[in-house]
């Protein structure tokens, strides 16, 4: 059975976006068949990163509003035969997009596809309510600062209360020197806060 996961940060410039894109290619060239699906509506950047902004004619709203199917709204990747993007609108906001619309197409995703990877908006409002819906792993991404930490915090609660409880996370941007001077949080640290198995 397919796996959906969600990569979630409680703050922007975290690295999830790219944490994410990172996961999809990670994935495909185990040979694995991967769908990324940037929710951050508004102000999509997946595309940016895999290179695929020029090729983009459909989004995640045409395919949740019925205008068009899936299959028709997916990118595949130049390099990665088995990896594809479904884009967010541009020009939408985040309530563009509900819960359950999301996580019907992740069901209708999960019979074609082994991996759904879905990239969140940083924050708690209606978008990250919208992405976590489907998920059934969710990737908490942060960096060894306080302000980092406390929002990833705040987002393994919000994730605990709506019975995420598969949760791991990501610790971007260690600077050992950093930590040594004491300017930056350690790994224990972080685990003494957050509490959540860290896979990198």
Not at 30 to 56: A, C, F, Q, W, Y
Not at 106 to 111: A, G, I, P, T, V
Not at 119 to 142: H, M, S
Request: hydrophobic content about 40%; glycine content about 8%; aromatic content about 4%.
């Amino acid at each position: 059975m397919s796996e959906i996961y969600v990569v979630t940060s409680g703050k922007g410039g975290v690295g999830k976006t790219t944490t994410t894109a990172n996961i999809g290619v990670g994935f495909a060239m185990r040979g694995k068949s991967v769908v990324l699906i940037d929710t951050d509506t508004g102000l999509r950047n997946l595309d940016l990163l895999l290179g695929l902004e020029n090729r983009i004619m459909y989004d995640l709203v045409d395919v949740t509003s019925g205008h068009v199917p899936y299959k028709k709204a997916l990118v595949r990747h130049k390099k990665y035969d088995s990896l594809y993007l479904l884009p967010t609108s541009q020009v939408k906001d985040k309530s563009a997009v509900n819960p359950e619309e999301l996580a019907a197409l992740c069901e209708d995703l999960r019979r074609s596809y082994d991996v759904i990877i879905i990239d969140c908006p940083a924050g708690i409002e209606q978008g990250f309510k919208t992405a976590i819906a489907a998920a059934d792993t969710a990737i908490v991404v942060t960096m060894p600062e306080i302000s980092a930490v406390r929002d990833a915090d705040k987002i393994i609660g919000e994730l605990g209360r709506a019975d995420k409880n598969d949760i791991r996370l990501v610790v971007n941007r260690i600077r050992p020197k950093m930590i040594e001077k004491g300017d930056m949080l350690d790994m224990d640290d972080i685990d003494e806060i957050l509490s959540v198995g860290c896979i990198g």
